[in-house]
């Protein structure tokens, strides 16, 4: 059988060799075009240059950016150099250097080619192994894709196996598509585009609305929009009630302890904002002897205690001095407790200075959960509010299940008839007063986790949590919750409407108005001495 002249088995296999040899020199070649235009052009020729690398989408492109844009990347005469230490690789060809050449120049990056340059990088990522890094890559081209990355996207689209990040990169492909010259892709895009929940593809629809002739077109990405708003809508919502119950939270945390002095003595605290302050400064403290060690991230869980058992003491303290001799003076308690708030504030200046500290969150209250694009609930806000329904949870159990909470419940009802029984209504005193001083602490540490910790921490919630108390009823846990939520419920909502200052007018108007049609807030005191 005649084979020809290269009809043999070896020749046949030499030019199949041949080819692809050439394919791989053309494609190398085009690389190599682009990695030089990259080095040598100008500024627009760089960005023509970096989306075709993106395009290409090869771990030769990927390192070539990431040099650039690390500022390893070089030129010597007409080499472009990737240049790490001591070591040099031409970046063509993929060379390794003798030694590194004195004459190297520095490639220009400006700001335009920088952002350029981000965005190309976010998009190779695309492709990473690491299911982290490509779910942070698309988190990042949400906002910043361009059309020259869509080849990449499809690619990565096509191999993505997580549902989140495919779903992310199927609106990025869509959103991509909107500029294409085919009007079925348009239609599809714009059809596609209705899953959406981020904001700024409500942006871009807006702009395809102005610019789009297709009467069709404009009617579905009308529709799009309509659903894109309404679910943007729901997430603003899901927002605003988050953001009450953590204020509302807060507020209660802050007001607990006053609730139980101020009801149990008719004490006017005015100290009460330093115990929570002391509590901040408890964690902080508590935080510095956990810091270099392994167990960091436990320092919170130790801060706790030491913050509920340090506010406690100075309360307790504070009692024994001070207070226990100005019991049915309110005036005077009024005084004392605030000179005595400006003796603690001095105090926490002298010792640890009058700049704010800073305290750390730990890693599992880093972060947050994502409902919608740009709308995070942080992990920081969700575990106080936890935090402080478990320390509403324990103050019930104390008082309606031990016999401290007995005797605290008979002496603010009745407190003589209370002595007459055989309570020790002094330390029944003292001993509530140290539990509403470490609540307050517990305060401190929570507040420590979403704000700055300083001498004026206290002075921020003083007067909030007063407002509290009164308007929830005096020795009233109930009321106390109930004023609390109302509060931040109030408080956020009319943020949203007239701003900050003028809803907190309008708070303290509403509590003044409340408090003269109903003097013992919302909930009265009952007992026989309160009824007869």
Same mark, same amino acid.
């Given at each position: ?15 199949? *060799? ?43 492109? +990927? ?31 993929? @060379? ?24 190309? $990088? &976010? ?8 299911? @982290? ?8 081209? $949400?906002?910043?894709?361009?059309? &020259? ?7 990565? =689209? ?28 348009? #239609? ?26 297709? @009467? @069709?077109?404009? /009617? ?33 945390? +802050? ?25 901040? %400064? ?38 024994? /001095?001070?207070?226990?001799?100005? %019991? ?21 200046? *002298? ?14 209250? /880093? ?64 001993? !509530? ?8 602490? =517990?305060?401190?540490? !929570? ?23 009164? #308007?929830?009823?005096?020795?009233? $846990? ?8 109302? #509060? ?45």
């Amino acid at each position: 059988m005649n084979k020809g002249r290269f009809g043999g088995p070896f020749h046949m296999r030499t030019l199949i *060799t041949i080819v692809f040899a050439l394919l791989s020199s053309g494609a190398l070649s085009q690389e190599g075009k682009d990695i030089e235009k990259l080095a040598f052009g100008e500024s627009d020729e760089k960005i023509e240059a970096i989306a075709a690398l993106v395009a290409s989408g090869t771990p030769k492109a +990927a390192e070539v950016l990431q040099a650039l844009a690390d500022g390893e990347l070089y030129t010597a005469g007409k080499r472009v150099l990737m240049v790490k230490g001591d070591t040099a690789t031409d970046a063509v060809t993929g @060379e390794k250097i003798a030694s590194v050449p004195d004459e190297k120049e520095d490639i220009t990056v400006n700001n335009r080619l920088r952002r350029e340059l981000g965005a190309a $990088l &976010a998009a190779l990522k695309l492709i990473s192994p690491q299911v @982290e890094v490509r779910r942070s890559s698309v988190k990042e081209l $949400l906002n910043s894709a361009e059309p &020259a990355m869509l080849p990449l996207v499809r690619k990565a =689209l096509a191999a993505e196996s997580d549902p989140q990040i495919k779903a992310m990169l199927g609106q990025i492909a869509a959103a991509l598509e909107l500029r294409s010259e085919d009007r079925a892709a348009r #239609l599809a895009a714009v059809k596609k585009l209705a899953d959406s929940n981020n904001a700024s593809t409500k942006t871009l629809l807006l702009g395809f609305l102005n610019e789009e002739k297709d @009467e @069709e077109l404009k /009617s579905e990405a009308r529709k799009s929009l309509s659903a894109i708003e309404g679910r943007l809508a729901w997430g603003e919502r899901l927002g605003v009630i988050f953001t009450s119950v953590s204020l509302g939270s807060i507020l209660l945390l +802050a007001a607990l302890g006053l609730a139980i002095t101020y009801g149990l003595m008719g004490v006017i605290n005015m100290a009460h904002g330093e115990l929570i302050m002391i509590g901040a %400064y408890a964690t902080y403290v508590t935080q510095n002897l956990f810091k270099g060690s392994a167990h960091f991230d436990w320092y919170l869980i130790a801060a706790i205690p030491v913050a509920f058992l340090v506010s406690a003491l100075v309360g307790m303290a504070l009692e024994r /001095s001070v207070i226990r001799w100005l %019991y049915g003076r309110p005036l005077e308690t009024l005084l004392s407790t605030w000179g005595i708030s400006l003796i603690l504030i001095q105090a926490v200046r *002298t010792i640890f200075g009058a700049q704010n500290v800073q305290v750390e969150n730990p890693a599992f209250m /880093s972060g947050g959960v994502e409902i919608l694009t740009g709308i995070v609930l942080p992990w920081s806000r969700i575990v106080i509010i936890g935090f402080a329904l478990f320390v509403l949870l324990g103050i019930w159990l104390l008082l309606n299940k031990t016999r401290l909470g007995l005797f605290v419940r008979g002496v603010t009802q009745n407190r003589d008839m209370a002595s007459c029984v055989g309570v020790p209504t002094a330390r029944v005193d003292t001993w !509530a007063f140290g539990l509403g001083s470490g609540i307050a602490g =517990l305060a401190g540490c !929570a507040l420590s986790q979403i704000g700055n910790v300083g001498p004026d921490l206290g002075q921020s919630y003083i007067v909030d949590s007063f407002m509290v108390v009164v #308007l929830g009823g005096v020795g009233q $846990l109930a009321g106390t919750v109930y004023a609390a939520l109302g #509060l931040g419920f109030a408080n956020k909502l009319l943020e949203a409407w007239q701003g900050a200052v003028l809803a907190k007018i309008a708070v303290l108007i509403f509590i003044i108005i409340f408090i003269q049609k109903r003097p013992q807030g919302m909930f009265a005191l009952k007992g026989r001495a309160v009824e007869s």
